[in-house]
């Protein structure tokens, strides 16, 4: 017999390497369309056992169990560790898909399981008279045979949690990642998905229901899934790893990073005149009292913010015929589809040069206050027209800058109750007309406008510069005539009286011919009193001029 059993043993590592090497070349594939459910258990066998060749380690008790026939021991071999495996892999639900079809199922799962753990008792039954005779020899028969599966399962076990990324708060941790692995090596798992830049991508197709084990979602940390399971919402998955139930599958990927979404708006003003502007928008899933995210994974309030969010999209019923269906607006689109009726809705109250209207002084010109308050009039109407409180200033010196605000708060009432948290946005400065000619005509009369206040700027110098002159002259004039006056004085200080009486005479007439030359004076006076007053003048003049002669 110990030839039989070293030849045994030959040939149990020649088939063992053989065995091992075609199956690592032949790895499982999982396959979209399952097993049959009875067939499952005997697949799985296959490639957890069968490497093993778990047949081989009871056959090497021929010769030490002489009271067992060789066809006995070989149907003990076969069946008893088969038993055990079928029995803790029952114990770790690894055959049952779940769900209302998994409860018709699992019956037939338990029958063929039955059936071989009922065949092994039958063995058992008949080896009574063996273990009665030698309970040593044949209990570690059956701890040969029972041992190996129970360690393997074990190590299993620990491997698939360590290898499997579930988070530690899973429930049944090990259970389910045993299970996930048992499912794969079963060739019919439930579908494993990967989310990449956004998108879901399977990476094990399997069956979302008739799979075995558990299904896998592994998401990026800033994403979470929104799982659903038939026609409706389960819940949301993420970030991370997530085991997936019964049926359930990928619906929508909803990112939880700031969202920036910008875009263009045709809007007519007040005075029919259409302008494009351009506006954006900055949101988020909102966050709650956790701002900041974590190593891993990015936060967000509750389930239902973002069941909210994605649920909330908005259907655009609108095509080219009638046979087209109606397409859902993604929730990443809708705050810049809210701002874009709120901007187009508040650009109507506003005329093309108001809009333009930029920082004012009030203390400089009546007119631009005029002008500001009538704004501010309109920036109330626009704020009543779009449900909005008053309680927040509309008095910035740029149009476009209210209305970006006024806009941006529109945008935070619509949403606020749907998930969604506000960030920023507004209106930019590049708002122009749709039609050239109306640039070009407003152009020209700003043109105009700037010509006529430079005009009355340069007019307003002017008078300002005459009559700085006109101060100039007159200082300069009073300065002659008081030097004049002391060196006249001074000279007639040594004149006689005669003299002195004809100069105080000459200036005297001077003084009277200037007056009576005057436009409104000569209109008073005789038509000789002028020429008069000159003969008188020219008079002294010659009289003086003897004198100084003398």
Same mark, same amino acid.
């Given at each position: 017999?110990?030839?039989?059993?070293?030849?045994?043993?030959?040939?149990?590592?020649?088939?063992?390497?053989?065995?091992?090497?075609?199956?690592?070349?032949?790895?499982?594939?999982?396959?979209?369309?399952?097993?049959?459910?009875?067939?499952?258990?005997?697949?799985?066998?296959?490639?957890?056992?069968?490497?093993?060749?778990?047949?081989?380690?009871?056959?090497?008790?021929?010769?030490?169990?002489?009271?067992?026939?060789?066809?006995?021991?070989?149907?003990?071999?076969?069946?008893?560790?088969?038993?055990?495996?079928?029995?803790?892999?029952?114990?770790?639900?690894?055959?049952?898909?779940?769900?209302?079809?998994?409860?018709?199922?699992?019956?037939?799962?338990?029958?063929?399981?039955?059936?071989?753990?009922?065949?092994?008792?039958?063995?058992?039954?008949?080896?009574?008279?063996?273990?009665?005779?030698?309970?040593?020899?044949?209990?570690?028969?059956?701890?040969?045979?029972?041992?190996? !599966?129970?360690?393997?399962?074990?190590?299993?076990?620990?491997?698939?949690?360590?290898?499997?990324?579930?988070?530690?708060?899973?429930?049944?941790?090990?259970?389910?990642?045993?299970?996930?692995?048992?499912?794969?090596?079963?060739?019919?798992?439930?579908?494993?998905?990967?989310?990449?830049?956004?998108?879901?991508?399977?990476?094990?197709?399997?069956?979302?229901?008739?799979?075995?084990?558990?299904?896998?979602?592994?998401?990026?940390?800033?994403?979470?899934?929104?799982?659903?399971?038939?026609?409706?919402?389960?819940?949301?998955?993420?970030?991370?790893?997530?085991?997936?139930?019964?049926?359930?599958?990928?619906?929508?990927?909803?990112?939880?990073?700031?969202?920036?979404?910008?875009?263009?708006?045709?809007?007519?003003?007040?005075?029919?005149?259409?302008?494009?502007?351009?506006?954006?928008?900055?949101?988020?899933?909102?966050?709650?009292?956790?701002?900041?995210?974590?190593?891993?994974?990015? !936060?967000?309030?509750?389930?239902?913010?973002?069941?909210?969010?994605?649920?909330?999209?908005?259907?655009?019923?609108?095509?080219?015929?009638?046979?087209?269906?109606?397409?859902?607006?993604?929730?990443?689109?809708?705050?810049?589809?809210?701002?874009?009726?709120?901007?187009?809705?508040?650009?109507?109250?506003?005329?093309?040069?108001?809009?333009?209207?930029?920082?004012?002084?009030?203390?400089?010109?009546?007119?631009?206050?005029?002008?500001?308050?009538?704004?501010?009039?309109?920036?109330?109407?626009?704020?009543?027209?779009?449900?909005?409180?008053?309680?927040?200033?509309?008095?910035?010196?740029?149009?476009?800058?209210?209305?970006?605000?006024?806009?941006?708060?529109?945008?935070?009432?619509?949403?606020?109750?749907?998930?969604?948290?506000?960030?920023?946005?507004?209106?930019?400065?590049?708002?122009? !007309?749709?039609?050239?000619?109306?640039?070009?005509?407003?152009?020209?009369?700003?043109?105009?406008?700037?010509?006529?206040?430079?005009?009355?700027?340069?007019?307003?110098?002017?008078?300002?510069?005459?009559?700085?002159?006109?101060?100039?002259?007159?200082?300069?004039?009073?300065?002659?005539?008081?030097?004049?006056?002391?060196?006249?004085?001074?000279?007639?200080?040594?004149?006689?009286?005669?003299?002195?009486?004809?100069?105080?005479?000459?200036?005297?007439?001077?003084?009277?011919?200037?007056?009576?030359?005057?436009?409104?004076?000569?209109?008073?006076?005789?038509?000789?009193?002028?020429?008069?007053?000159?003969?008188?003048?020219?008079?002294?003049?010659?009289?003086?001029?003897?004198?100084?002669?003398?």
């Amino acid at each position: 017999m110990l030839g039989v059993r070293l030849g045994l043993v030959a040939v149990y590592s020649m088939l063992g390497g053989l065995v091992g090497r075609y199956l690592h070349n032949r790895r499982p594939t999982p396959n979209s369309n399952p097993l049959l459910i009875g067939a499952r258990p005997f697949v799985l066998l296959l490639w957890l056992w069968g490497p093993l060749l778990w047949v081989f380690p009871g056959l090497f008790w021929i010769g030490l169990l002489e009271e067992l026939t060789i066809g006995h021991l070989i149907l003990l071999s076969v069946f008893v560790p088969l038993s055990v495996c079928l029995i803790l892999l029952l114990i770790v639900g690894a055959f049952s898909p779940g769900g209302e079809i998994g409860k018709v199922l699992l019956p037939f799962t338990l029958s063929a399981a039955m059936i071989v753990v009922l065949v092994t008792l039958v063995a058992l039954w008949w080896a009574e008279p063996v273990w009665r005779e030698a309970p040593v020899r044949f209990g570690l028969f059956i701890i040969t045979m029972t041992l190996p !599966p129970i360690v393997l399962l074990l190590l299993l076990a620990g491997w698939a949690v360590e290898v499997l990324p579930l988070p530690l708060q899973t429930p049944r941790r090990t259970r389910r990642a045993l299970s996930l692995i048992l499912g794969f090596l079963a060739t019919s798992p439930k579908t494993h998905w990967v989310v990449e830049d956004g998108k879901v991508e399977t990476r094990i197709k399997g069956s979302a229901g008739m799979g075995l084990g558990r299904g896998l979602l592994i998401t990026e940390p800033e994403n979470v899934v929104v799982l659903k399971r038939g026609p409706s919402i389960s819940r949301v998955a993420g970030p991370g790893a997530v085991l997936t139930e019964p049926w359930e599958s990928p619906l929508k990927v909803v990112d939880l990073r700031n969202q920036f979404r910008s875009t263009r708006v045709n809007a007519i003003t007040r005075d029919g005149i259409e302008v494009s502007v351009p506006i954006s928008t900055l949101f988020r899933i909102r966050r709650g009292p956790e701002k900041v995210p974590r190593l891993g994974s990015w !936060p967000y309030r509750t389930q239902r913010d973002v069941l909210e969010a994605v649920l909330g999209e908005e259907v655009d019923p609108s095509g080219r015929s009638p046979l087209d269906a109606p397409s859902a607006r993604p929730w990443e689109d809708l705050p810049i589809k809210v701002a874009t009726h709120a901007v187009e809705r508040a650009i109507s109250f506003y005329t093309l040069d108001q809009i333009y209207q930029g920082p004012w002084d009030p203390q400089t010109s009546q007119v631009e206050a005029t002008r500001a308050a009538e704004l501010g009039a309109i920036h109330r109407e626009v704020a009543s027209a779009l449900e909005l409180s008053q309680e927040v200033a509309l008095d910035d010196p740029l149009t476009r800058v209210t209305i970006g605000r006024m806009v941006r708060r529109k945008v935070h009432r619509a949403l606020a109750r749907s998930g969604y948290e506000i960030l920023g946005g507004g209106v930019g400065n590049v708002i122009e !007309p749709l039609n050239p000619g109306v640039t070009e005509q407003r152009v020209d009369v700003w043109k105009s406008r700037l010509d006529l206040q430079v005009q009355a700027w340069r007019a307003d110098l002017e008078l300002q510069r005459a009559l700085d002159l006109d101060k100039v002259e007159q200082a300069t004039r009073e300065r002659l005539l008081e030097t004049w006056i002391e060196a006249v004085c001074g000279e007639l200080e040594t004149a006689d009286d005669v003299t002195r009486r004809n100069f105080v005479a000459y200036q005297m007439l001077g003084s009277l011919l200037s007056i009576a030359r005057k436009p409104d004076v000569q209109r008073m006076l005789p038509r000789s009193a002028v020429p008069t007053l000159q003969r008188l003048l020219d008079q002294m003049r010659g009289s003086q001029s003897r004198e100084l002669g003398r």
